[in-house]
Protein backbone atom coordinates (compact mmCIF):
# COMPACT_ATOMS: atom_id res chain seq x y z
CA UNK A 1 0.00 0.00 0.00
CA UNK A 2 2.60 2.37 1.09
CA UNK A 3 5.30 1.28 -2.23
CA UNK A 4 1.90 1.96 -4.24
CA UNK A 5 1.01 5.18 -3.10
CA UNK A 6 4.85 6.50 -3.10
CA UNK A 7 5.29 5.18 -6.84
CA UNK A 8 1.71 6.84 -8.25
CA UNK A 9 2.10 10.83 -6.55
CA UNK A 10 5.23 11.79 -7.47
CA UNK A 11 4.79 10.26 -11.20
CA UNK A 12 1.55 12.45 -11.36
CA UNK A 13 2.54 15.30 -9.56
CA UNK A 14 6.14 15.38 -12.20
CA UNK A 15 3.39 14.91 -15.29
CA UNK A 16 1.85 17.79 -14.07
CA UNK A 17 4.84 19.93 -13.30
CA UNK A 18 5.98 18.80 -16.73
CA UNK A 19 2.04 20.27 -18.13
CA UNK A 20 2.61 23.38 -16.16
CA UNK A 21 6.23 23.60 -18.06
CA UNK A 22 5.45 22.62 -21.79
CA UNK A 23 2.36 25.25 -21.28
CA UNK A 24 4.51 27.91 -20.44
CA UNK A 25 6.89 27.19 -22.82
CA UNK A 26 4.59 27.24 -25.28
CA UNK A 27 2.57 30.81 -24.53
CA UNK A 28 5.41 32.70 -23.52
CA UNK A 29 7.32 32.45 -26.41
CA UNK A 30 4.35 33.25 -28.38
CA UNK A 31 3.70 36.50 -26.72
CA UNK A 32 6.85 38.08 -27.01
CA UNK A 33 8.02 37.30 -30.61
CA UNK A 34 6.61 40.57 -31.55
CA UNK A 35 8.34 41.99 -34.67
CA UNK A 36 7.03 45.48 -35.79
CA UNK A 37 8.94 47.13 -38.63
CA UNK A 38 8.21 50.72 -39.97
CA UNK A 39 7.92 50.26 -43.61
CA UNK A 40 7.12 53.21 -45.22
CA UNK A 41 6.95 57.10 -44.10
CA UNK A 42 4.13 59.20 -44.48
CA UNK A 43 4.69 61.53 -47.56
CA UNK A 44 2.50 64.77 -47.74
CA UNK A 45 4.45 65.42 -50.94
CA UNK A 46 4.85 68.98 -52.83
CA UNK A 47 2.59 71.07 -50.61
CA UNK A 48 1.46 74.68 -52.25
CA UNK A 49 0.90 77.17 -48.99
CA UNK A 50 -2.45 77.33 -47.73
CA UNK A 51 -3.81 74.00 -49.48
CA UNK A 52 -4.74 71.78 -47.45
CA UNK A 53 -3.10 68.34 -48.66
CA UNK A 54 -4.64 64.77 -46.97
CA UNK A 55 -3.25 60.89 -47.64
CA UNK A 56 -5.48 58.59 -47.11
CA UNK A 57 -4.31 55.47 -45.70
CA UNK A 58 -5.61 53.41 -48.48
CA UNK A 59 -2.80 55.93 -50.82
CA UNK A 60 0.00 53.21 -51.43
CA UNK A 61 2.44 55.39 -51.84
CA UNK A 62 2.42 58.13 -49.50
CA UNK A 63 0.61 56.32 -46.70
CA UNK A 64 2.84 55.53 -43.79
CA UNK A 65 2.94 51.67 -43.09
CA UNK A 66 4.47 48.88 -40.30
CA UNK A 67 3.84 45.11 -40.31
CA UNK A 68 3.63 43.48 -36.91
CA UNK A 69 4.57 40.26 -36.89
CA UNK A 70 2.89 38.23 -34.29
CA UNK A 71 0.51 36.32 -32.53
CA UNK A 72 -2.48 37.00 -30.28
CA UNK A 73 -4.08 40.17 -28.81
CA UNK A 74 -2.84 43.56 -28.59
CA UNK A 75 -3.79 47.24 -28.14
CA UNK A 76 -1.36 50.03 -30.89
CA UNK A 77 -1.81 53.23 -30.09
CA UNK A 78 0.06 56.28 -31.89
CA UNK A 79 2.22 59.64 -30.61
CA UNK A 80 0.97 61.77 -33.38
CA UNK A 81 2.46 65.19 -34.23
CA UNK A 82 0.57 68.24 -34.22
CA UNK A 83 3.07 70.08 -36.47
CA UNK A 84 5.69 69.32 -39.10
CA UNK A 85 8.05 70.94 -38.60
CA UNK A 86 11.41 72.52 -40.80
CA UNK A 87 15.01 73.55 -39.44
CA UNK A 88 14.47 77.75 -38.85
CA UNK A 89 11.31 76.37 -37.09
CA UNK A 90 8.50 77.25 -39.16
CA UNK A 91 5.34 74.70 -38.72
CA UNK A 92 2.74 72.87 -40.91
CA UNK A 93 -0.21 71.85 -39.19
CA UNK A 94 -1.16 68.20 -39.41
CA UNK A 95 -4.53 66.41 -38.37
CA UNK A 96 -5.18 62.68 -38.16
CA UNK A 97 -8.70 62.00 -38.68
CA UNK A 98 -11.35 59.32 -37.25
CA UNK A 99 -10.45 56.88 -40.28
CA UNK A 100 -7.22 57.40 -40.79
CA UNK A 101 -6.05 54.41 -39.49
CA UNK A 102 -6.32 50.99 -41.19
CA UNK A 103 -5.75 47.58 -40.29
CA UNK A 104 -5.67 44.31 -42.68
CA UNK A 105 -5.21 41.35 -41.68
CA UNK A 106 -5.52 38.75 -44.32
CA UNK A 107 -8.44 40.19 -45.90
CA UNK A 108 -10.14 41.61 -42.39
CA UNK A 109 -9.62 45.36 -42.88
CA UNK A 110 -10.21 47.61 -40.36
CA UNK A 111 -10.14 51.72 -39.93
CA UNK A 112 -9.72 53.55 -36.82
CA UNK A 113 -9.16 56.73 -35.10
CA UNK A 114 -5.16 57.40 -34.79
CA UNK A 115 -5.63 59.34 -31.86
CA UNK A 116 -8.10 56.70 -30.13
CA UNK A 117 -5.71 53.96 -30.93
CA UNK A 118 -6.56 50.49 -32.66
CA UNK A 119 -6.85 46.53 -30.64
CA UNK A 120 -5.86 43.97 -32.45
CA UNK A 121 -6.13 40.09 -32.49
CA UNK A 122 -3.87 38.00 -35.15
CA UNK A 123 -4.66 34.10 -34.99
CA UNK A 124 -2.42 31.64 -35.33
CA UNK A 125 -3.55 31.00 -38.90
CA UNK A 126 -2.29 35.10 -39.39
CA UNK A 127 1.29 35.77 -40.23
CA UNK A 128 1.25 39.88 -39.50
CA UNK A 129 -1.19 42.77 -39.14
CA UNK A 130 -0.33 46.28 -41.57
CA UNK A 131 -0.98 49.09 -39.84
CA UNK A 132 -1.50 51.94 -41.96
CA UNK A 133 -1.52 55.98 -41.67
CA UNK A 134 -2.99 58.84 -43.44
CA UNK A 135 -3.38 62.40 -42.45
CA UNK A 136 -3.94 65.90 -43.44
CA UNK A 137 -1.30 68.48 -43.15
CA UNK A 138 -2.66 72.24 -43.46
CA UNK A 139 0.18 74.70 -44.40
CA UNK A 140 -1.22 78.02 -43.98
CA UNK A 141 -0.69 80.73 -46.33
CA UNK A 142 2.49 82.55 -46.26
CA UNK A 143 4.32 79.10 -44.79
CA UNK A 144 7.98 79.38 -45.78
CA UNK A 145 8.96 77.16 -48.21
CA UNK A 146 11.60 74.27 -46.65
CA UNK A 147 11.13 70.45 -46.37
CA UNK A 148 8.96 69.95 -43.33
CA UNK A 149 9.12 66.42 -40.90
CA UNK A 150 7.54 64.81 -37.89
CA UNK A 151 7.93 61.33 -36.14
CA UNK A 152 4.89 59.45 -35.59
CA UNK A 153 5.44 56.61 -32.79
CA UNK A 154 3.58 53.58 -32.46
CA UNK A 155 3.50 51.64 -29.47
CA UNK A 156 1.98 48.03 -29.27
CA UNK A 157 1.22 45.91 -25.77
CA UNK A 158 0.16 42.40 -25.66
CA UNK A 159 -3.29 41.94 -23.94
CA UNK A 160 -3.57 38.29 -24.41
CA UNK A 161 -3.73 35.30 -26.43
CA UNK B 1 5.44 8.08 10.63
CA UNK B 2 7.23 4.86 8.84
CA UNK B 3 10.93 6.43 6.91
CA UNK B 4 9.57 5.42 3.40
CA UNK B 5 6.06 7.99 4.49
CA UNK B 6 9.13 11.05 5.41
CA UNK B 7 10.99 10.70 2.35
CA UNK B 8 7.42 10.50 0.18
CA UNK B 9 6.42 13.28 2.18
CA UNK B 10 9.57 15.11 1.95
CA UNK B 11 9.56 14.13 -2.56
CA UNK B 12 6.13 15.84 -2.87
CA UNK B 13 6.93 18.91 -0.96
CA UNK B 14 9.67 19.42 -3.70
CA UNK B 15 7.90 18.52 -6.08
CA UNK B 16 4.96 20.80 -4.95
CA UNK B 17 7.62 23.62 -4.52
CA UNK B 18 8.66 23.01 -8.33
CA UNK B 19 4.94 23.00 -9.48
CA UNK B 20 4.16 26.50 -7.55
CA UNK B 21 7.61 27.61 -9.15
CA UNK B 22 7.03 26.70 -12.59
CA UNK B 23 3.52 27.70 -12.15
CA UNK B 24 4.92 31.60 -11.04
CA UNK B 25 7.00 31.49 -13.79
CA UNK B 26 4.25 30.92 -15.94
CA UNK B 27 1.91 33.41 -14.36
CA UNK B 28 5.13 36.24 -15.33
CA UNK B 29 5.68 35.10 -18.29
CA UNK B 30 2.99 37.61 -19.99
CA UNK B 31 4.72 40.22 -17.35
CA UNK B 32 8.03 39.68 -19.10
CA UNK B 33 6.75 40.91 -22.82
CA UNK B 34 7.93 44.36 -23.44
CA UNK B 35 5.47 46.87 -25.31
CA UNK B 36 7.29 47.81 -28.20
CA UNK B 37 7.70 51.32 -30.15
CA UNK B 38 8.12 51.89 -33.53
CA UNK B 39 8.68 55.13 -35.32
CA UNK B 40 8.07 56.41 -39.14
CA UNK B 41 8.46 60.03 -40.68
CA UNK B 42 5.76 62.11 -41.65
CA UNK B 43 7.76 64.61 -44.56
CA UNK B 44 6.38 67.34 -46.83
CA UNK B 45 7.79 69.62 -48.63
CA UNK B 46 6.53 73.24 -49.29
CA UNK B 47 8.12 74.63 -52.62
CA UNK B 48 9.11 78.37 -53.18
CA UNK B 49 5.88 80.11 -54.13
CA UNK B 50 4.53 83.71 -55.15
CA UNK B 51 1.77 84.87 -56.90
CA UNK B 52 0.40 88.33 -58.28
CA UNK B 53 -3.32 89.26 -58.06
CA UNK B 54 -5.24 92.33 -58.07
CA UNK B 55 -6.77 94.07 -61.38
CA UNK B 56 -7.07 97.73 -62.64
CA UNK B 57 -5.15 99.77 -64.95
CA UNK B 58 -2.90 102.95 -64.56
CA UNK B 59 -4.81 106.00 -65.96
CA UNK B 60 -3.58 109.20 -67.03
CA UNK B 61 -7.01 110.44 -67.52
CA UNK B 62 -7.72 113.26 -70.26
CA UNK B 63 -5.04 115.47 -71.31
CA UNK B 64 -5.68 118.36 -73.11
CA UNK B 65 -2.70 120.53 -71.82
CA UNK B 66 0.38 120.20 -69.50
CA UNK B 67 1.97 116.89 -67.93
CA UNK B 68 0.86 114.97 -65.61
CA UNK B 69 2.55 112.92 -62.73
CA UNK B 70 0.74 110.03 -60.86
CA UNK B 71 2.46 108.91 -57.77
CA UNK B 72 2.68 104.55 -57.49
CA UNK B 73 2.00 105.61 -53.63
CA UNK B 74 -1.06 106.81 -54.39
CA UNK B 75 -4.72 105.68 -54.67
CA UNK B 76 -4.31 106.57 -58.32
CA UNK B 77 -1.55 104.28 -59.31
CA UNK B 78 -2.14 100.78 -60.57
CA UNK B 79 -1.66 98.12 -57.73
CA UNK B 80 -1.48 94.44 -57.64
CA UNK B 81 -0.62 92.10 -54.17
CA UNK B 82 2.26 90.18 -54.08
CA UNK B 83 1.95 86.69 -52.03
CA UNK B 84 5.46 84.98 -51.41
CA UNK B 85 6.83 82.81 -48.88
CA UNK B 86 10.32 82.83 -49.30
CA UNK B 87 12.20 85.86 -50.63
CA UNK B 88 11.91 86.99 -54.04
CA UNK B 89 13.11 90.00 -55.95
CA UNK B 90 10.35 91.93 -58.25
CA UNK B 91 11.44 93.42 -61.86
CA UNK B 92 9.48 94.88 -64.90
CA UNK B 93 10.13 94.21 -68.65
CA UNK B 94 8.99 95.29 -71.79
CA UNK B 95 8.05 98.52 -69.68
CA UNK B 96 7.01 101.43 -72.71
CA UNK B 97 9.11 104.46 -72.63
CA UNK B 98 6.01 105.69 -74.76
CA UNK B 99 2.15 104.89 -74.98
CA UNK B 100 1.26 103.75 -78.30
CA UNK B 101 -2.16 105.05 -80.11
CA UNK B 102 -4.97 102.48 -79.97
CA UNK B 103 -5.81 103.30 -83.98
CA UNK B 104 -3.36 103.95 -86.32
CA UNK B 105 -0.18 103.91 -86.57
CA UNK B 106 0.84 107.53 -85.36
CA UNK B 107 3.98 108.55 -83.05
CA UNK B 108 4.14 107.39 -79.73
CA UNK B 109 3.40 109.44 -76.50
CA UNK B 110 6.18 109.74 -74.16
CA UNK B 111 5.84 107.87 -70.66
CA UNK B 112 8.07 107.49 -67.73
CA UNK B 113 6.50 104.52 -65.25
CA UNK B 114 7.62 104.53 -61.92
CA UNK B 115 7.08 101.82 -59.22
CA UNK B 116 7.17 101.52 -55.34
CA UNK B 117 7.02 98.51 -53.07
CA UNK B 118 4.81 98.44 -50.03
CA UNK B 119 5.39 96.03 -46.71
CA UNK B 120 3.51 96.55 -43.76
CA UNK B 121 2.66 100.76 -43.83
CA UNK B 122 5.58 101.66 -45.82
CA UNK B 123 6.08 102.12 -49.19
CA UNK B 124 9.97 102.20 -50.51
CA UNK B 125 10.71 105.33 -52.79
CA UNK B 126 9.18 105.14 -56.48
CA UNK B 127 11.91 104.47 -59.20
CA UNK B 128 11.74 103.75 -62.71
CA UNK B 129 10.17 100.60 -63.52
CA UNK B 130 12.81 100.06 -65.86
CA UNK B 131 15.60 98.61 -64.37
CA UNK B 132 14.04 98.26 -60.78
CA UNK B 133 14.82 95.51 -58.92
CA UNK B 134 12.78 95.50 -55.56
CA UNK B 135 13.40 92.74 -52.89
CA UNK B 136 11.29 91.34 -51.00
CA UNK B 137 11.91 89.74 -47.69
CA UNK B 138 9.95 87.06 -45.62
CA UNK B 139 10.07 87.95 -42.35
CA UNK B 140 8.04 86.89 -39.43
CA UNK B 141 4.85 88.19 -40.32
CA UNK B 142 6.16 89.44 -44.04
CA UNK B 143 4.50 87.51 -47.29
CA UNK B 144 2.26 90.04 -48.51
CA UNK B 145 3.15 93.06 -50.42
CA UNK B 146 1.64 95.46 -52.67
CA UNK B 147 2.77 96.82 -55.89
CA UNK B 148 2.49 100.19 -57.30
CA UNK B 149 2.90 101.53 -60.60
CA UNK B 150 2.54 105.37 -61.55
CA UNK B 151 4.32 107.47 -63.86
CA UNK B 152 4.56 110.81 -65.56
CA UNK B 153 3.68 112.46 -68.97
CA UNK B 154 5.32 115.75 -69.79
CA UNK B 155 3.42 119.05 -71.17
CA UNK B 156 5.59 118.59 -73.90
CA UNK B 157 4.82 115.21 -74.51
CA UNK B 158 1.43 116.17 -74.75
CA UNK B 159 1.65 119.52 -77.13
CA UNK B 160 3.16 117.13 -79.51
CA UNK B 161 0.95 114.20 -79.22
CA UNK B 162 -2.01 113.83 -82.23
CA UNK B 163 -5.19 113.34 -80.41
CA UNK B 164 -6.09 110.18 -79.71
CA UNK B 165 -6.51 107.15 -77.21
CA UNK B 166 -2.95 105.92 -76.04
CA UNK B 167 -1.38 102.76 -74.13
CA UNK B 168 1.03 100.62 -72.80
CA UNK B 169 1.98 97.24 -71.19
CA UNK B 170 4.68 96.13 -69.04
CA UNK B 171 5.05 93.12 -67.37
CA UNK B 172 5.57 92.12 -63.57
CA UNK B 173 8.44 89.36 -62.87
CA UNK B 174 8.69 87.65 -59.10
CA UNK B 175 11.61 85.59 -59.57
CA UNK B 176 12.79 83.37 -56.13
CA UNK B 177 16.61 84.85 -54.50
Redesign the interface.
Known sequence: MTVGRRSRLPRTAWLVLAGVVASGASSAPALSQVLVTADQQLDFGLLTPGVPMTVVPTDVARRAAYTVATRGRYAITFQLPSHLVEVHGAAVPVAFGDSDGRVEIRHRVTTFDPAAGVSIHINPADSDARIYLGGTAQPAPGTPAGSYSATIIMMIVPTGT | M?R??R??DR??RM??A??LA??A??VL??G??????????????????AAVSGSGDLSFGVLDRGGITVDPTGGSAAQRTV????NVRVTFTGVPSALMPTSGSGAGLPVTLTCAVRTGAAWSAATDCAGAELDLD?GATT??ATLGIGGSITAAAVTNAVAGTYEGTLTIVVTAR
Open positions: TTTITVLVGAVASALAPLVQAQASQVTATATIAPYNFNHVTE
